[in-house]
T-cell receptor, first 114, second 115 residues
Framework: GNSVTQMEGPVTLSEEAFLTINCTYT??????LFWYVQYPGEGLQLLLK?????DKGSNKGFEATYRKETTSFHLEKGSVQVSDSAVYFC?????????????FGKGITLSVRP | NAGVMQNPRHLVRRRGQEARLRCSPM?????VYWYRQLPEEGLKFMVY????????ESGMPKERFSAEFPKEGPSILRIQQVVRGDSAAYFC?????????????FGPGTRLTVT
């Protein structure tokens, strides 16, 4: 079956530090890959996505590259801000036909200190 | 354009009662997904519906849980005879179309507590 594995957390960084959050996946076929962010008390928001191998998704200074050879989609940001403190989820959609249900990793909590 | 609406945001039920969770998708979206988030866990898919049809309910427990998305009105996730293990955050997502490339937009969730 499909699965997503994220690195263990939580992660605490100082403002302006470099961020990497690892994500690997197992899927049949050719999945689309996503990073979602969840702020306290809120629902998930799509941060970025990539739909085929070697695609790079980017948004708000965050980037992730779809690596088919290593089945990975690691999230990076060059300089984090306090406002980036949230829970980050890696997810995939490997739909058969019309069903694009998402398979999520466990999520990782990021705390950024001023 | 309003986002995905869920209500109530918080719901407390005693064991054995019924819980009814509502989800109004974004305007123009006819595809609805329900996910459950247990404490310290990621979201788990429960059910996928299009208007008046259940497409995939493979993630939903066979007993006590049901979902619907009528022609008019919100999608409803219904949990009968709730137990403590049902305590979780339930998220609804909607999309305009189907297929793996189409973004799902999430609601704020309903946090169910069973006492």
């Amino acid at each position: 079956g499909n699965s997503v594995t994220q690195m263990e957390g939580p992660v605490t960084l100082s403002e302006e530090a470099f961020l990497t959050i690892n994500c690997t996946y197992t899927a049949t076929g050719y999945p689309s890959l996503f990073w979602y962010v969840q702020y306290p008390g809120e629902g998930l928001q799509l941060l970025l996505k990539a739909t085929k191998a070697d695609d790079k998704g980017s948004n708000k200074g965050f980037e992730a590259t779809y690596r088919k050879e290593t089945t990975s989609f690691h999230l990076e940001k060059g300089s984090v801000q306090v406002s980036d403190s949230a829970v980050y989820f890696c997810a995939l959609s490997a739909s058969s036909g019309a069903n694009s249900k998402l398979t999520f990793g466990k999520g990782i909590t990021l705390s950024v200190r001023p | 354009n309003a986002g995905v609406m869920q209500n109530p945001r918080h719901l407390v039920r005693r064991r054995g009662q019924e819980a009814r969770l509502r989800c109004s998708p974004m305007k123009g979206h006819s595809h609805v997904y329900w996910y459950r988030q247990l404490p310290e866990e990621g979201l788990k898919f429960m059910v996928y519906l299009q208007k008046e049809n259940i497409i995939d309910e493979s993630g939903m427990p066979k007993e006590r849980f049901s979902a619907e998305f009528p022609k008019e009105g919100p999608s409803i996730l219904r949990i009968q005879q709730v137990v403590r293990g049902d305590s979780a955050a339930y998220f609804c997502a909607s999309s305009r179309s189907s297929g793996r490339d189409h973004e799902q937009y999430f609601g704020p969730g309903t946090r169910l507590t069973v006492t």
